[in-house]
């Protein structure tokens, strides 16, 4: 190879990407720059080989390639490309200890090198020469997928590879693969199944061992509360046995159904939840099966036959692995005491503790985020155990629920932070789970005394250990130390651990509890804001979730949206373990995944596997080592090795990458100098070429550590790598500044974040372990230390990200778009800006003072630590104003990013867009920095200013996040018109406006503030006019720029306040400068203190200049809510109404118009009696027309009324259904009641109509009865006759005289009686024609809704007002209602929608009104009356309803069939009217339309104008409007025309069924018609037939079709018309058969019409024939139509007196 020895920047050929490799650590030692053409992007070393993977994906090897077959010497001095993969493009490469691996960037994989143990994935080589291709397939689908490949690993004799869905694939050979088998080698990559489902974010190997990164389930899985009950077999896991001395609570539920898994497993292995497998033991009372002889117990022997490790021989599942519950894994018994949710401890695993006076724990033993903070005192104890005994748990049990599964998960063990609400307002008591609390409840009077007494007994500080890293590395140390005894008895079996078990606990001495082997008790305790654990001794079986207190890292950080890497992970091992390196503290092998408890919540980014040692690098920058240590390749001196520690390392070095190789590690950091440095710690290698292996072996080694001199020539190192003996370093040169300004971005980080976690670990967890820190605090004080500490772990871990995320862009991409500071920056500003809030509302309540006395109670007088921390220049500072410059540190980190941003960006171009953005980027921090700078110094000011300010309305007005702007007290700004001697002073807070006066002081919220300078002109006063919504006031300033300044600073403020910001205001960026005035018009809040009708209701909404305008909400104390719009500080426009009824226990409820703060337009108001009025209101009261209907809710038919209103009471016209009488009236009413002349209809058919009074039938009246019987006279009350009146028979018979009684009963009468003569008719006519003549006259009726309909256009009076006025209101109407329908679109239909649409255009024209224009104008009248948003649609739907209501049901009476006709002609002439108002120019009723201006004029039309005018061109109402309305009249009219018609019909109809039977040659001969009408042919089915004598139903058919349409037809026009079609078929067929012309007669035509008016068969022909002959229009009278109709009509008598002869 050649040698070129690189010193500084002396070669200028490759200026990134250099690759340099060398061996050992002594000074004589100098790197050897490999050669290449290309930047080399990352290397990887093998023992005596490495691959390079080089810019555009090309890879070449070095070193001892045997297996290459072709070259002369298997040794390659230089780099030689693969050419196989040239064609690829790799992304990844990896090197074991003979063959090496690439990954592509299709997510393909490629092996090559020594295959004797399958590590190559490749059936039936045992050398790969060249590259090839590896197969990894999921057999879990079919057919198998391909599974895409991130990363792979290489070890001795196996390969691991990480797949895009995260999860590990393994082949090879050896238990290192974690596969659940026992035949090796495994040719074909297979999933290591305990990971699956898991994240797993790194793999690396070893020579017989693995790693793994994975990211925390907790950081995945909510937590549950704990279950009660197996989640496999159901039964309860605790059970109690009553002793006669003592009570036992077993927790040694065995599940029949074998080991429950887990629960940390993930859902793909277990369908269902996590929580059904909370516990993972098995029974007590399960014999243990002895480990299998053939394991050596010695940590010396290094070899394990493969068999020995067979699966089924294992014993006890190992409880954090995730299995299918068939399978066992290999035991481990290890000193892990599990108290946390995620791993239930098996019974076998022991935990000891020594005596007293030291209690053992090692850091595994605690509960994520759990606090051992010791009790407040003995006392509490004491008290609370006495509480116990008492019955009064019981209730207390019931009533407090399980608060403490709240807690959030935690990923770093070691921070005893909460971010609950600190302090519990009393220290309840709240045994977890119900289950056991039934039991403790149950067991607590026998067991309460003994346990006090043993409390007493014990040293309760002793027992409940409580370690965090914060106390420093001696202890770790010093407990591991004790802990390396026992490593002989952890591969021994596990009887005699027992009975040191039950040794200890008769040392406790608590007799009958701890005495049973399957004995535990659980008592949690909430003591001030810590969670205070009774010894894990006692707790220790339960294996139940702790109650956890919330860490310094918050869990739910939402890490997706800031595409960073998550700081919350594991470190899982596994493989052989005979010299430590799984870091289990133990020597055993293990065949599956097992989770390293020791690093977990160390944040864990990246692993490294050494041929028998393992590294761990976390976020803070440091190094974990464990395994085998014989070169001091652990970089420090610890033991056991078999457990984790730190490497040693002097202060201020921050590792940042690793490597391990076989017998030496290489670590790459950050120092006090620019440049990053190398550090070597292991086997020196001398370069002696003759050395032979032993020799080399026994080299020296390193204590720790030692700095390689010649790292500072190398340039800028981007990441390094180890293997074999060998060292690798990537380099750059210093390309215009750029990679050292990323370097110092990245180290700045790196820096910063440890200064973060040393914080939270050197001062706030001791200060939060001090028992009286809540207490001295004050509620309010701590609450906010308890956010601070919040935001702040927000902040850290945000940096542990960004520094994590920032290491990772060294090592790979250049490419600046990718850095997070830059895609994610608002992330970064709203923590900062959170953050600096938490600290400022901390400061401005004095937080930091009552902060001094614990900080001197824990770190003595001087408070060293917190001077040290604080980086204060400044001597003799107070302890509170230190403690404030600490915490308000990371503002200066982000004038850090802002400078460092601005370096990156001076490397490019100013025109380019990475320019561009820096800048922006650089801006922003910038900004946000000066912005935060101002906010403390707000903060500090408001301090101050509360120092000051007279204590009582301190206390009162002090909130934490108000902030002080400016105040009056040099008498810069005073009250106009105040009086001599009051003192008034005001304060701008943040928040509100506070004006004090000497002992009260009134808060005007910003929100609703507007204020505006009065001019100078006249007053020569400097006044700023101030309004708010129930006050008006002025304010005089002593001079021109103090007015200029409080006007702003107001403005400023509200502007603020509305915008949201508060005090947290984001700074503007740049460019953008923010509005000086606050807009008149803005949403907020506010309640109501003195307006007499508002007064303590608060209204939510828009505001306009000091009064609600616009949407709002108003909610008054008693429950009345108001929701809708305002105008002027008054309810107007549409508004929902709710006022509570108490008695009822319901609400009234209106919902509708409203004007000037008062009920006003059409609503509809829901009684709380269940009544319900729809319909018009004025002034809070009914009036106009509406409908009433009353009676139960759940009656299908209550009570109606419908019709005029005034002032709250029926007057005017109206409808009044009264079910329970079944009565109907129609008529008059004055007052509620019926007053005036009015109708009654019953359901027995009784008529009357007559006079009313007094609510009466009082005075003239006619009454008849169903069979025609009538009386007509005086009546006194309902049904009474009274005085003198004529009685008739229905055969004509009468009598008159005086009567009285009531009708249907014995009538008093004295009279004549009268019996008329044959000849007598007169008088029966006379009878007949007098009915309605005492009704209500139509045009009198439903008035109001007309007059509505008027007022909606814009006239008072009907008829009266100016068109344009009318088209504008309908404009604004419809405009209105189009906008409603934007806001919600559910409520119109798509096809209403587009009428709407098209009504928008008006129909305008000048002149006279010519057919086509009149076409127009009725198109559009169709299409404004099928909308009721139009006024003229809202008039025809209510005329519908009020008809319906009138003649449906009793209502539907024959006798008032005369009155529902001209009840329907009086609505065609009153809307006629409206329409001729709103068209002027169109003609009156029976005038003519214009001619269309004819271009040539001739004889032809002239002698045409002699005949009678067309029907289409006559203006008529019934043929505009008829076709609007009639259609939905129609069903309650046509009921009653047949109801009149009965009996004409029955005969009509008996009639026609019999001359039916005939066939139609028999009925033609019958009928008279002339036999050459008679049709020869018929067309049946499409086949021309002949008519025979039987023939039926045939002739004529096409006719009869067409007439029969005459009953789906709804206007007489339309009827009409199908008769016209009759006819014309029936001169169709009669011209064909005589093919000839031909002019009917009426002789002629008669029969053959009334033939086809027999076929028809029309059930209630007279009916059709009475309501056209009723509503026809006059116009056609007399016309073709008119003939038509009567020879219709005459067809009808004819059959009806049709003699068969």
Same mark, same amino acid.
């Given at each position: 190879?050649?040698k070129?020895?690189?010193?500084?920047?002396e070669?200028?050929s490759?200026?990134?990407?250099?690759?340099h490799?060398?061996?050992?650590?002594?000074?004589s030692?100098t790197?050897e720059?490999?050669l290449?053409s290309?930047?080399?992007l990352?290397?990887a070393?093998?023992?005596?080989h490495?691959?390079?993977l080089?810019?555009?994906?090309q890879v070449?090897?070095f070193?001892?390639?045997?297996?290459k077959q072709n070259q002369?010497?298997s040794?390659a001095t230089?780099? *030689?490309l693969?050419a196989v993969l040239?064609e690829q493009?790799?992304?990844?490469v990896?090197?074991?200890?003979a063959h090496?691996?690439?990954v592509t960037e299709?997510?393909?994989v490629?092996?090559?090198?020594e295959?004797?143990h399958g590590?190559?994935g490749l059936?039936?080589l045992?050398?790969?020469p060249? =590259?090839?291709?590896v197969?990894?397939?999921d057999s879990?689908?079919?057919?198998?997928?391909t599974v895409k490949?991130?990363e792979v690993?290489?070890?001795d004799q196996?390969t691991?590879?990480?797949?895009?869905?995260h999860?590990?694939w393994?082949w090879g050979s050896?238990?290192q693969?974690?596969l659940n088998?026992s035949?090796?080698?495994?040719w074909k990559?297979?999933k290591?199944?305990p990971?699956?489902?898991r994240?797993?974010?790194?793999v690396a190997?070893g020579t017989?061992?693995?790693?793994?990164?994975v990211?925390?389930s907790?950081?995945l899985v #909510?937590?549950?509360?704990p279950?009660?009950k197996?989640?496999?077999?159901?039964?309860?896991?605790?059970?109690?046995t009553?002793?006669?001395?003592?009570?036992?609570?077993?927790?040694?539920?065995?599940c029949?159904?074998?080991?429950?898994l887990d629960?940390?497993?993930?859902?793909?292995a277990?369908?269902?939840s996590?929580?059904?497998v909370?516990?993972?033991k098995s029974?007590p009372?399960e014999?243990v099966p002895?480990?299998p002889?053939?394991?050596?117990r010695s940590?010396?022997?290094?070899t394990?036959?493969?068999s020995?490790?067979?699966?089924?021989?294992?014993?006890?599942s190992?409880p954090?692995?995730q299995?299918?519950?068939s399978s066992q894994?290999?035991?481990e018994p290890?000193?892990?005491?599990?108290?946390?949710?995620e791993?239930p401890v098996a019974?076998e695993?022991v935990?000891v503790e020594a005596?007293e006076?030291?209690?053992l724990?090692?850091d595994?033993?605690?509960a994520?985020?759990?606090k051992?903070?010791?009790f407040?005192?003995e006392q509490?104890?004491k008290?609370?155990?006495k509480r116990l005994s008492?019955h009064?748990?019981?209730?207390?049990?019931?009533k407090t629920?399980?608060t403490?599964?709240?807690?959030?998960?935690?990923?770093?063990p070691a921070?005893?932070f909460?971010?609950?609400p600190?302090?519990p307002?009393?220290?309840?008591?709240t045994?977890?789970g119900?289950a056991?609390?039934?039991?403790?409840?149950?067991?607590?009077?026998?067991?309460g005394?003994r346990v006090v007494?043993?409390y007493?007994?014990l040293?309760l500080?002793k027992v409940?250990?409580?370690w965090?890293?914060?106390?420093?590395?001696?202890?770790?140390e010093?407990?591991?130390r004790?802990?390396?005894?026992m490593q002989?008895?952890?591969?021994s079996?596990?009887?005699d651990?027992r009975?040191e078990?039950?040794e200890?606990s008769r040392?406790?001495?608590?007799p009958?509890l701890?005495s049973q082997?399957n004995?535990?008790?659980e008592?949690?305790?909430?003591?001030?804001y810590?969670t205070?654990?009774?010894?894990p001794?006692l707790l220790r079986?339960t294996?139940r979730p702790?109650?956890?207190?919330?860490p310094?890292?918050?869990g739910?950080?939402p890490?997706a @949206?800031?595409h960073?890497?998550?700081l919350?992970?594991?470190?899982?091992?596994?493989g052989?373990g005979?010299e430590?390196?799984l870091?289990?503290g133990?020597l055993?092998p293990?065949?599956? =995944?097992?989770?390293?408890?020791?690093l977990?919540?160390?944040?864990?980014?990246?692993?490294?596997?050494?041929a028998?040692?393992?590294l761990?690098l976390?976020a803070q920058?440091?190094?974990?080592?464990?395994g085998?240590n014989t070169?001091g390749?652990?970089g420090?001196?610890?033991?056991?090795t078999?457990?984790?520690?730190?490497a040693?390392l002097s202060?201020?070095i921050?590792?940042?990458?690793?490597?391990?190789?076989?017998q030496?590690?290489l670590?790459?950091?950050d120092?006090?100098?620019m440049?990053?440095?190398?550090?070597?710690?292991g086997q020196?290698?001398k370069?002696?070429a003759?050395?032979?292996?032993e020799e080399?072996q026994?080299g020296?080694?390193?204590?720790q550590p030692?700095?390689l001199p010649?790292?500072m020539?190398?340039?800028?190192?981007s990441s390094v790598c180890?293997g074999g003996?060998t060292?690798?370093?990537?380099?750059?040169?210093?390309?215009m500044g750029?990679?050292a300004s990323?370097?110092?971005l990245?180290?700045?980080e790196?820096?910063?974040y440890?200064k973060l976690?040393?914080i939270?670990?050197l001062l706030?967890?001791?200060?939060?372990?001090?028992?009286?820190?809540?207490?001295g605090?004050?509620?309010?004080?701590?609450?906010?230390?308890?956010?601070?500490?919040g935001?702040?772990?927000?902040?850290s871990?945000?940096t542990g990200?960004?520094s994590?995320?920032?290491?990772t862009?060294l090592?790979?991409?250049?490419?600046?778009?990718?850095l997070?500071?830059? @895609?994610?920056?608002?992330l970064?500003? /709203?923590t900062?800006?959170e953050?600096?809030s938490?600290?400022? @509302?901390?400061?401005?309540?004095?937080?930091?003072?009552?902060?001094v006395?614990?900080c001197h109670?824990?770190?003595?007088?001087?408070?060293?630590?917190v001077q040290?921390?604080?980086?204060?220049s400044e001597?003799?500072?107070?302890?509170?104003d230190v403690l404030?410059h600490?915490?308000?540190l990371?503002?200066?980190?982000?004038h850090?990013?802002?400078r460092l941003?601005l370096k990156?960006a001076?490397?490019?171009?100013?025109?380019s867009?990475?320019y561009?953005?820096?800048?922006?980027a650089?801006?922003?921090y910038?900004?946000?920095?000066l912005?935060?700078k101002?906010?403390?110094k707000e903060?500090e000011?408001?301090?101050?200013?509360w120092?000051s300010? =007279?204590g009582?309305?301190?206390?009162?007005l002090?909130?934490?996040?108000r902030?002080l702007i400016c105040e009056?007290s040099?008498?810069?700004l005073t009250l106009?018109?105040?009086?001599?001697f009051?003192?008034?002073w005001?304060m701008?807070f943040n928040d509100?406006?506070?004006?004090?006066?000497?002992?009260?002081h009134?808060?005007f919220p910003?929100?609703t503030l507007w204020v505006?300078?009065?001019?100078e002109?006249n007053t020569?006063l400097?006044?700023?006019?101030v309004?708010? =919504?129930e006050?008006t006031f002025?304010?005089?300033?002593?001079?021109?720029?103090?007015?200029a300044k409080?006007?702003r600073?107001i403005?400023?403020a509200?502007?603020q306040?509305?915008?949201?910001?508060?005090?947290?205001g984001?700074?503007?960026?740049?460019?953008v400068t923010?509005?000086?005035d606050?807009?008149?018009s803005?949403?907020?809040?506010y309640t109501?203190y003195k307006?007499?009708?508002?007064?303590e209701?608060?209204?939510e909404?828009?505001w306009?200049?000091?009064?609600?305008h616009?949407?709002g909400?108003?909610?008054?104390? @008693?429950?009345?809510?108001?929701?809708?719009?305002?105008?002027?500080?008054?309810e107007?426009g549409f508004?929902?109404?709710?006022?509570?009824?108490?008695?009822?226990?319901s609400c009234?409820?209106?919902?509708?118009q409203?004007k000037?703060?008062k009920m006003?337009?059409?609503?509809?108001?829901?009684?709380?009696?269940?009544?319900v009025?729809?319909?018009?209101f004025?002034d809070?009261?009914?009036?106009?027309?509406g409908?009433?209907?009353?009676?139960?809710?759940n009656?299908t038919? #209550?009570s109606?009324?419908i019709?005029?209103?005034q002032?709250?009471?029926?007057?005017?016209y109206g409808?009044?259904?009264?079910i329970?009488?079944?009565?109907k009236?129609?008529g008059m009413?004055?007052d509620?009641q019926?007053q005036?002349?009015?109708?009654?209809v019953t359901?027995?058919?009784l008529?009357y109509?007559?006079?009313f009074?007094n609510?009466k039938?009082?005075?003239?009246g006619v009454?008849?009865?169903?069979d025609?019987?009538t009386f007509?006279g005086e009546?006194?009350?309902?049904?009474?006759?009274?005085?003198?009146?004529?009685?008739?028979?229905p055969n004509?018979d009468?009598i008159e005289?005086?009567?009285s009684g009531?009708?249907?009963?014995?009538?008093k009468?004295?009279g004549?009686?009268y019996k008329p003569?044959?000849y /007598?008719s /007169?008088?029966?006519k006379?009878?007949?024609?007098k009915?309605?003549?005492l009704?209500?006259?139509?045009?009198e009726?439903w008035?109001a *809704?007309?007059?509505?309909?008027?007022?909606?256009l814009?006239?008072d009076h009907?008829g009266?007002g100016?068109?344009?006025?009318a088209?504008?209101?309908?404009a604004?109407?419809l405009t209105?209602?189009?906008?409603q329908?934007?806001?919600s679109?559910e409520l119109?239909?798509?096809?209403h929608h587009k009428t709407l649409?098209?009504?928008?255009?008006i129909?305008?024209?000048?002149?006279?009104v010519?057919l086509?224009?009149y076409h127009?104008i009725r198109?559009?009248l169709v299409?404004?009356?099928d909308?009721p948003?139009h006024?003229?649609g809202r008039?025809v739907?209510?005329l519908?309803?009020?008809y319906?209501?009138?003649y449906?049901?009793v209502?539907?009476?024959?006798?008032l069939l005369?009155?529902?006709?001209n009840e329907?002609k009086?609505?065609?002439?009153r809307?006629?009217q409206?329409?001729?108002f709103l068209? #002027?120019?169109?003609p009156?009723?029976g005038?003519?339309?214009?001619?269309?201006?004819?271009e040539?004029?001739?004889?032809?039309?002239a002698g045409?104008?002699l005949?009678?005018p067309?029907?289409g061109?006559?203006?008529?109402?019934?043929a505009?409007?008829l076709?609007?309305l009639l259609?939905?009249?129609?069903?309650p009219?046509?009921?009653?025309?047949?109801?009149?018609?009965?009996?004409?019909d029955?005969?009509y109809w008996?009639?026609?069924?019999?001359?039916?039977k005939q066939?139609?040659l028999?009925?033609?001969t019958?009928?008279g018609?002339?036999q050459k009408?008679?049709?020869?042919t018929?067309t049946v089915?499409g086949?021309k037939?002949?008519?025979?004598?039987?023939?039926?139903d045939a002739?004529?058919?096409?006719?009869?079709?067409?007439?029969?349409?005459?009953?789906t037809t709804?206007?007489?026009s339309?009827?009409?018309q199908?008769?016209?079609?009759t006819?014309?078929?029936i001169?169709q067929?009669?011209?064909?058969?005589?093919?000839q012309?031909?002019l009917?007669?009426?002789?002629?035509?008669? #029969?053959v019409?009334?033939?086809v008016v027999?076929r028809a068969?029309i059930r209630?022909?007279?009916?059709?024939?009475?309501?056209?002959?009723d509503l026809?229009d006059p116009c056609?009278q007399?016309?073709?139509?008119?003939?038509?109709?009567?020879?219709?009509?005459a067809c009808?008598?004819q059959?009806q007196?049709?003699?068969?002869t």
């Amino acid at each position: 190879m050649e040698k070129q020895i690189s010193s500084g920047e002396e070669d200028g050929s490759g200026e990134k990407g250099l690759l340099h490799t060398w061996r050992g650590y002594s000074y004589s030692t100098t790197p050897e720059r490999v050669l290449l053409s290309r930047p080399v992007l990352q290397a990887a070393l093998g023992a005596n080989h490495g691959v390079l993977l080089v810019e555009g994906g090309q890879v070449y090897s070095f070193g001892e390639l045997p297996w290459k077959q072709n070259q002369t010497s298997s040794v390659a001095t230089e780099p *030689v490309l693969e050419a196989v993969l040239s064609e690829q493009h790799v992304v990844f490469v990896a090197a074991g200890s003979a063959h090496s691996g690439v990954v592509t960037e299709d997510g393909g994989v490629h092996m090559w090198g020594e295959n004797a143990h399958g590590q190559c994935g490749l059936l039936g080589l045992s050398v790969i020469p060249n =590259p090839t291709p590896v197969g990894v397939l999921d057999s879990e689908f079919t057919p198998p997928q391909t599974v895409k490949i991130l990363e792979v690993a290489c070890g001795d004799q196996h390969t691991l590879a990480l797949s895009s869905k995260h999860e590990v694939w393994a082949w090879g050979s050896g238990c290192q693969l974690g596969l659940n088998t026992s035949t090796f080698p495994v040719w074909k990559p297979q999933k290591v199944e305990p990971l699956a489902g898991r994240h797993v974010l790194q793999v690396a190997c070893g020579t017989a061992h693995s790693l793994a990164v994975v990211r925390s389930s907790e950081a995945l899985v #909510p937590r549950k509360p704990p279950q009660d009950k197996c989640g496999q077999c159901h039964q309860l896991l605790y059970t109690m046995t009553d002793k006669e001395d003592h009570v036992i609570i077993s927790d040694g539920h065995h599940c029949p159904l074998g080991v429950e898994l887990d629960s940390s497993g993930t859902k793909s292995a277990l369908e269902g939840s996590p929580e059904q497998v909370q516990q993972g033991k098995s029974s007590p009372t399960e014999p243990v099966p002895s480990m299998p002889t053939q394991i050596p117990r010695s940590p010396t022997s290094s070899t394990i036959p493969e068999s020995t490790l067979l699966p089924d021989s294992t014993p006890a599942s190992e409880p954090q692995i995730q299995v299918p519950a068939s399978s066992q894994e290999p035991v481990e018994p290890t000193l892990e005491v599990s108290t946390e949710h995620e791993a239930p401890v098996a019974n076998e695993e022991v935990c000891v503790e020594a005596s007293e006076s030291c209690t053992l724990e090692p850091d595994s033993c605690r509960a994520p985020g759990g606090k051992y903070s010791p009790f407040p005192d003995e006392q509490a104890v004491k008290a609370y155990l006495k509480r116990l005994s008492d019955h009064a748990l019981a209730e207390h049990v019931a009533k407090t629920p399980s608060t403490l599964h709240s807690a959030q998960l935690s990923s770093d063990p070691a921070d005893p932070f909460t971010s609950d609400p600190l302090i519990p307002v009393a220290q309840s008591v709240t045994p977890m789970g119900s289950a056991l609390n039934n039991l403790v409840v149950s067991c607590a009077s026998a067991v309460g005394e003994r346990v006090v007494s043993t409390y007493e007994a014990l040293s309760l500080r002793k027992v409940i250990g409580y370690w965090a890293p914060g106390e420093g590395r001696e202890r770790v140390e010093e407990r591991l130390r004790l802990e390396e005894p026992m490593q002989g008895k952890k591969s021994s079996s596990l009887g005699d651990i027992r009975e040191e078990e039950a040794e200890l606990s008769r040392r406790l001495s608590l007799p009958g509890l701890l005495s049973q082997d399957n004995a535990a008790f659980e008592v949690t305790v909430w003591a001030s804001y810590s969670t205070s654990e009774v010894s894990p001794r006692l707790l220790r079986r339960t294996s139940r979730p702790r109650a956890r207190a919330i860490p310094l890292t918050p869990g739910g950080i939402p890490e997706a @949206d800031a595409h960073l890497p998550s700081l919350q992970t594991e470190v899982w091992s596994w493989g052989r373990g005979q010299e430590g390196q799984l870091g289990h503290g133990d020597l055993l092998p293990r065949l599956q =995944p097992v989770c390293v408890k020791s690093l977990n919540g160390k944040e864990v980014l990246r692993v490294a596997a050494g041929a028998h040692h393992s590294l761990a690098l976390t976020a803070q920058s440091q190094v974990f080592s464990w395994g085998c240590n014989t070169s001091g390749q652990l970089g420090h001196m610890e033991s056991p090795t078999s457990f984790p520690h730190l490497a040693k390392l002097s202060d201020g070095i921050r590792v940042w990458d690793i490597g391990a190789g076989q017998q030496h590690t290489l670590l790459l950091a950050d120092g006090d100098c620019m440049q990053p440095i190398l550090y070597y710690s292991g086997q020196q290698v001398k370069e002696v070429a003759e050395q032979t292996q032993e020799e080399e072996q026994t080299g020296e080694y390193t204590q720790q550590p030692v700095l390689l001199p010649f790292c500072m020539n190398l340039g800028y190192v981007s990441s390094v790598c180890a293997g074999g003996w060998t060292c690798a370093a990537l380099t750059d040169r210093n390309v215009m500044g750029f990679i050292a300004s990323l370097h110092e971005l990245a180290a700045a980080e790196r820096k910063y974040y440890c200064k973060l976690s040393n914080i939270k670990s050197l001062l706030l967890q001791p200060l939060l372990k001090l028992d009286s820190l809540s207490s001295g605090l004050g509620q309010s004080t701590a609450g906010l230390l308890q956010n601070l500490i919040g935001r702040l772990s927000r902040l850290s871990q945000l940096t542990g990200q960004n520094s994590a995320s920032l290491t990772t862009f060294l090592r790979r991409s250049r490419d600046i778009r990718g850095l997070v500071i830059l @895609d994610d920056a608002h992330l970064f500003l /709203d923590t900062y800006s959170e953050y600096c809030s938490a600290v400022g @509302d901390l400061l401005v309540m004095g937080g930091f003072l009552a902060l001094v006395k614990p900080c001197h109670d824990v770190f003595g007088k001087g408070a060293e630590v917190v001077q040290r921390l604080s980086e204060c220049s400044e001597e003799g500072l107070p302890l509170a104003d230190v403690l404030s410059h600490l915490f308000y540190l990371p503002i200066k980190h982000l004038h850090e990013y802002g400078r460092l941003l601005l370096k990156l960006a001076t490397c490019y171009e100013v025109s380019s867009v990475d320019y561009q953005k820096l800048q922006d980027a650089c801006s922003k921090y910038e900004s946000m920095a000066l912005h935060l700078k101002r906010r403390r110094k707000e903060a500090e000011c408001t301090l101050h200013f509360w120092k000051s300010f =007279p204590g009582k309305m301190t206390d009162s007005l002090r909130k934490p996040s108000r902030r002080l702007i400016c105040e009056s007290s040099n008498k810069a700004l005073t009250l106009q018109n105040a009086g001599r001697f009051s003192v008034n002073w005001f304060m701008l807070f943040n928040d509100a406006l506070v004006h004090a006066q000497f002992s009260t002081h009134h808060i005007f919220p910003l929100a609703t503030l507007w204020v505006e300078p009065i001019s100078e002109e006249n007053t020569g006063l400097y006044g700023l006019k101030v309004t708010s =919504p129930e006050e008006t006031f002025t304010l005089l300033a002593s001079s021109p720029a103090e007015k200029a300044k409080w006007f702003r600073s107001i403005n400023q403020a509200v502007e603020q306040a509305l915008s949201g910001l508060g005090h947290d205001g984001i700074p503007p960026t740049t460019g953008v400068t923010q509005r000086t005035d606050p807009p008149i018009s803005r949403t907020a809040s506010y309640t109501f203190y003195k307006d007499s009708r508002l007064k303590e209701a608060t209204y939510e909404g828009r505001w306009v200049s000091g009064k609600p305008h616009g949407r709002g909400v108003v909610k008054w104390l @008693d429950g009345r809510m108001y929701t809708g719009a305002f105008k002027n500080g008054l309810e107007d426009g549409f508004g929902d109404y709710v006022v509570p009824n108490k008695n009822l226990n319901s609400c009234d409820h209106y919902q509708g118009q409203w004007k000037d703060g008062k009920m006003h337009g059409f609503g509809t108001f829901r009684y709380s009696s269940g009544e319900v009025y729809e319909g018009s209101f004025q002034d809070n009261m009914r009036h106009g027309h509406g409908m009433l209907r009353s009676g139960k809710l759940n009656s299908t038919s #209550p009570s109606v009324f419908i019709g005029q209103w005034q002032y709250d009471k029926k007057s005017g016209y109206g409808v009044f259904d009264d079910i329970t009488r079944g009565e109907k009236y129609m008529g008059m009413w004055l007052d509620d009641q019926r007053q005036g002349n009015g109708v009654v209809v019953t359901q027995f058919g009784l008529y009357y109509e007559g006079a009313f009074s007094n609510n009466k039938m009082m005075g003239t009246g006619v009454l008849l009865s169903e069979d025609d019987t009538t009386f007509e006279g005086e009546f006194s009350e309902d049904w009474t006759l009274n005085g003198k009146g004529m009685l008739t028979m229905p055969n004509g018979d009468y009598i008159e005289g005086s009567f009285s009684g009531v009708w249907g009963t014995g009538l008093k009468m004295s009279g004549s009686y009268y019996k008329p003569s044959l000849y /007598d008719s /007169d008088k029966e006519k006379a009878h007949a024609l007098k009915l309605g003549r005492l009704a209500v006259h139509s045009e009198e009726k439903w008035k109001a *809704v007309f007059v509505e309909c008027w007022n909606r256009l814009g006239c008072d009076h009907p008829g009266q007002g100016q068109t344009t006025t009318a088209w504008d209101n309908i404009a604004v109407a419809l405009t209105a209602n189009l906008r409603q329908q934007r806001d919600s679109p559910e409520l119109l239909s798509r096809s209403h929608h587009k009428t709407l649409e098209s009504l928008e255009c008006i129909p305008h024209h000048v002149g006279p009104v010519t057919l086509e224009v009149y076409h127009t104008i009725r198109r559009y009248l169709v299409k404004a009356c099928d909308t009721p948003l139009h006024p003229l649609g809202r008039l025809v739907e209510t005329l519908v309803s009020v008809y319906r209501m009138t003649y449906v049901g009793v209502g539907a009476n024959r006798r008032l069939l005369p009155q529902a006709v001209n009840e329907i002609k009086s609505y065609l002439s009153r809307i006629f009217q409206l329409v001729r108002f709103l068209f #002027p120019d169109l003609p009156e009723e029976g005038g003519s339309l214009a001619d269309p201006p004819k271009e040539t004029g001739g004889s032809d039309p002239a002698g045409k104008q002699l005949e009678s005018p067309k029907p289409g061109c006559v203006v008529s109402s019934s043929a505009l409007l008829l076709p609007v309305l009639l259609p939905r009249l129609y069903p309650p009219l046509f009921t009653l025309y047949a109801l009149e018609k009965e009996k004409e019909d029955d005969v009509y109809w008996e009639c026609v069924l019999r001359l039916n039977k005939q066939p139609d040659l028999a009925l033609l001969t019958f009928l008279g018609v002339q036999q050459k009408f008679w049709p020869v042919t018929v067309t049946v089915h499409g086949e021309k037939q002949q008519v025979l004598s039987s023939t039926k139903d045939a002739c004529f058919a096409s006719a009869v079709e067409t007439l029969q349409q005459i009953s789906t037809t709804f206007t007489p026009s339309d009827k009409l018309q199908v008769i016209q079609l009759t006819f014309e078929e029936i001169t169709q067929q009669v011209l064909a058969l005589l093919k000839q012309d031909f002019l009917w007669s009426m002789d002629d035509l008669f #029969p053959v019409f009334l033939f086809v008016v027999l076929r028809a068969r029309i059930r209630n022909l007279g009916s059709e024939v009475s309501l056209i002959e009723d509503l026809m229009d006059p116009c056609v009278q007399h016309g073709e139509h008119g003939i038509m109709f009567t020879t219709l009509k005459a067809c009808y008598y004819q059959i009806q007196h049709e003699k068969v002869t």
